[in-house]
Structure formats: C-alpha cells, structure tokens
C-alpha cells in the first residue's frame, strides 16, 4: 500500500471531439492551489490548438515547460515512441510533477494508454488516478453516439449480418468502458428530463458502477477530479474494449485531419454562420482554430463540433507575430479538401 502512495498520480482525461477537454482542464489549472502540475496533450492534426490554448491561459502552473505536447499521432497509436518517453523525461526533472494530466485526443482509445502504465519504469514511479471521460451532453442528446446502447447492443445480437461497426461509436463506448468518472459537459443547455436521460443512459453503457456529474464549461472542484484512487493500469480487466482481441493494436484509417490558413476576417458572427453551414454541407465532424479579426487587438478562437460553434478571444497577438489564422478540419475519410478550403476562404472573404 504504502508503494502506490508514493507513486505520482496521473489523470487521463478522455472524451469526444469538442466534449470540452482542454477546458476541463484550465479550469482545474486555475484550481490547483500551487500543486505542481504537468499536463500532456495529445492532438490529433498539425497544429496544436489545445496545448496553444493551455499555454495562452495565463494561469500560475501553465507555464511553458509544465505543459508537453504530442502532435504526432493519437496517444493509444504512439506508446512506445512518444508517451513513453516523455513520460521518463517528467519523471526524471530535479523538481517531478506532483500529479501528471494527460489530455487524450478526441479519438484516443484509453485502454492502450493505461496499459503503458504497466511498463518497466513506469509501474514503480506512477499510478493512474483516474479516468475521466467527458461527454458533450447536447452532442449526445441529438443522437450524435447511440441513444439507447443497451437497444443497440440487443440489435447487434439480434442480427449478426447488421452493418453496426460505428468507429465512432465504437471510441465512445471505449472511453465510457475506461471512465473512473463520466463528466456530463454542457450541462447548462440541457433540460432536467434530457439531463436525466443522459444519465442513465451512460450508467447503462458503463461496465462497471460509475459516478455521473454535470457540469458546466467544466468547473468541477479539483476535489471531485483528483484523488480518485482507482489504480487503473492494475484494473485493466474491468475496462472492457472492442479492442481487446487486438492486444491494443487499432488504425484510424476511418478519419483524417487537416489545416487551412484562415485570413482575417471582418465579422466573427458571419465567420461562424459560414463555416457551420460548411460542417453541415461536408460533413465535417470538427473544426478549431484561430483566426484574426481586422482592428482587434485580441486573437479570436473558434471550435465547432459538427454546425455547433463557439467562439472567444484568448489573448493579444504579440509583438511581430503575423497575424495569420490557421484551422484545424477533422472527419470522416474522404473529405473533399479543395471544396472545403475554398469553403473556408469564402467565409472569410464575403
């Protein structure tokens, strides 16, 4: 016992696309109350919005060299070649982090991750405090993950020959399986009865009694996201994949991402109106990134999940920076590129 209290925690926060991860996460930043953090994000793409937008926070603990950034692949496909390592080169700082967040890509299965905990030089020195997997709550509401998963999985019994394999679907159920904790995100745009709904149907797709909480823009107290105990990379069993018959192995063939420039722009509103209708015609699954409004000072951050799209200025442009947008486009495989950046740069010219 007295082993795992010396091991450095780590919290694996998981969820969808555009669930809310990385704002989970400075809100927990802004909460640390001097704990010495390390976050690790995982992005799936070129460009590092997320870890761009921790580093920008200008919270006491999101300094430069507390935050590491993986942009080489999703974590559960890169183990051995980046987590491991860096993983090693936190552990072995003058100063070691006191507790470890990694933010998984949208796509990221937890499973293999948790495994990479068992390696040698791992297993002694860090322990798995938790899952925490967070849900879009009205992303889920309009039916974008299965809305019954207990009538799916009866379905697929059912008939054999049915056309059921969602990936998807697939790296939901995955990221509920591993959850410790489920965090029912956006729930300020939720009536109670869907709010309840949703609920029980998560605890009804987990294989094991999970806490549900609703929150709003993430802000949960530090309290209920750390110190779950749960020792997971030893409780591997109890987190059932539709992977496990791989041994971890998996492809994400099924998606791809790219980046576009995104010149400035007169009108943040029609810049959103454009590229929601863009999402919905292309059938974009998500898209993040900044851009630059013409005489404001402040950088404007946009992310859209499907034609749902926020927007917000995060900092000032510094000092000899060009002021070029970029934009991060995620779907399915088989999106048409030159469509969608001439999509793109229409948004901002008209």
């Given amino acids: 016992m007295s082993d795992t209290v010396e091991k450095i925690p780590a919290t694996i926060v ?25 976050i690790i994000v995982n992005e799936f793409g070129s460009l590092g919005i997320d870890g761009e937008l921790l580093r920008s926070c200008g919270i006491p603990g999101c300094e430069e060299d507390n935050i590491v950034e993986l942009a080489n692949g999703c974590l559960c496909c890169t183990v051995a070649d980046e987590f491991l390592p860096t993983m090693q080169a936190l552990l072995d700082r003058p100063q070691p982090p006191e507790h470890i967040l990694i933010e998984t890509s949208g796509l990221a299965l937890p499973k293999p991750l948790l495994k990479a905990f068992n390696w040698p030089g791992i297993r002694s020195r860090v322990t798995v405090d938790g899952v925490v997997t967070v849900v879009d709550g009205p992303a889920l509401a309009a039916g974008r993950f299965a809305d019954d998963p207990e009538a799916v999985a009866a379905q697929r019994a059912a008939d054999p020959s049915l056309d059921h394999d969602n990936p998807l679907a697939e790296v939901y159920e995955d990221q509920l399986a591993a959850a410790d904790l489920v965090v029912l995100n956006k729930a300020d745009l939720l009536d109670e009865a869907t709010a309840g709904r949703l609920r029980s149907e998560i605890g009804a797709a987990t294989p094991r009694a999970v806490k549900v909480v609703a929150a709003r823009e993430g802000r949960l107290d530090p309290a209920v996201l750390l110190g779950l105990g749960a020792a997971a990379e030893g409780d591997l069993d109890a987190r059932p994949s539709h992977h496990d018959a791989e041994d971890g192995a998996h492809e994400h063939d099924d998606f791809e991402s790219f ?12 810049l959103l109106d454009r590229l929601a209708t863009l999402a919905e015609t292309h059938d974009v699954l998500r898209m993040k990134g900044f851009a630059s409004v013409r005489g404001k000072p402040m950088r404007l951050v946009v992310q859209g999940v499907g034609g749902r799209f926020t927007q917000g200025y995060d900092r000032p442009w510094r000092p000899g920076e060009a002021r070029e947008g970029r934009l991060v486009v995620i779907g399915e495989t088989g999106l048409d590129r030159e469509a969608i950046a001439a999509a793109v740069g229409a948004a901002v010219v008209g």
Avoid: Q, Y
């Fill in 14 to 38: 998981t969820g969808f696309l555009g669930a809310g991860k990385t704002t989970l996460v400075r809100h927990l930043m802004r909460h640390a109350d001097g704990r010495r953090i390390a």
């Fill in 259 to 270: 980046v576009l420039p995104l010149p400035e722009t007169d009108s943040p509103e029609a």
